[in-house]
């Protein structure tokens, strides 16, 4: 039964992979699916969030310890809406420039609802540009996007690939350290 439920799940991120990715998130590999984590799949982090200051913070599966603003939010299905589990971004650090553009560097933390407790984390280069009025665009720097997954554990565990971000952040409220997300990422597991 947990074969099934597996495979059901994998069939499922394959087919949102297909609708959210566009041909720059495909190299040309081809493999067969194994009983791990799907090849392509999808996630929708949205909500408002405050950031909290963390120190030291573990980043699971790896040995490394961040500090920085952590911005919580509840990550979503995009094809069906469903609740999948939560999303950290810990912004560990960002430089700001005249235009009102920024460029950042985050780890993404992605705990999902599963049986195994499955986790992945991202170590992102972000380039943000504003929309005005109050908003940013925001997508992780194309040359990182076939290897910044660091970890990964449950269904994840041998996880090895990236991750395109596109996002939209409401930042009218920035100053008080809150920020709307509205991000889908679109993950690629590498095949060799």
């Known amino acids: 039964m947990e074969k099934i439920v597996l495979k059901f799940i994998a069939l499922t991120f394959s087919l949102m992979a297909l609708i959210s990715c566009n041909n720059d998130d495909y190299n040309g590999d081809i493999a067969d699916e194994g009983p791990s984590a799907p090849l392509m799949f999808s996630i929708n982090a949205k909500g408002t969030a ?7 913070y573990a980043l699971p599966g790896t040995e490394l310890k961040v500090s920085g603003n952590a911005f919580t939010m509840p990550m979503f299905n995009p094809v069906t809406g469903e609740t ?8 560990v650090n960002a430089e700001t420039f005249g ?11 992605f ?12 170590h992102n280069w972000i380039d943000m540009v504003p929309a005005p009025p109050t908003f940013m665009d925001a997508f992780i720097k194309k040359e990182h996007t076939l290897d910044n997954v660091v970890s990964g554990s449950g269904l994840f565990s041998d996880f090895t690939g990236g991750a395109t971000l596109n996002a939209s952040l409401d930042m009218k409220d920035f100053d008080k350290n809150t920020v709307g997300f509205d991000c889908l990422y679109g993950f690629t597991q590498k095949v060799f």
């Open 99 to 109: 235009d009102g553009s920024m460029f950042a560097e985050n780890y993404t933390l």
């Open 111 to 122: 705990f999902f609802e599963d049986e195994q407790e499955s986790i992945l984390v991202l």
């Open 50 to 56: 405050i950031g909290e200051l963390v120190e030291n």
């Open 84 to 91: 999948m589990g939560t999303v950290i971004d810990i912004n």
